[in-house]
């Protein structure tokens, strides 16, 4: 991978960092633009928490965590019958 570009608060450093390999840097590093306020609302809207409620997402993360928990329980009971 080769990065040539980074985003306006972020260094080379930091992005090394975040990454488990070698990384190439070019040797002039371009700058992304910031983006506007007009793009920043565009894809907020492709958000999923845009469209849910707090009520309906906080269902949804509560069922999901029941539906683990029951497949734990199921799987504990069947070990502890070996």
Do not use: C
């Not at 928490?49 to 734990?72: C, D, Q, Y």
Request: glycine share 4%; proline share 6%; net charge positive.
């Amino acid at each position: 991978m080769h990065l040539n570009a980074r985003a306006p608060r972020a260094t080379v450093e930091k992005t090394q960092w975040r990454i488990p390999w070698d990384l190439k840097v070019a040797d002039i590093m371009e700058m992304y633009p910031v983006p506007r306020d007009a793009e920043l609302n565009f894809f907020r809207g492709f958000s999923p928490w845009s469209w849910l409620s707090k009520v309906v997402s906080g269902e949804l993360i509560l069922t999901g965590a029941m539906v683990k928990f029951t497949r734990r329980e199921a799987f504990l009971e069947q070990r502890r019958k070996v």
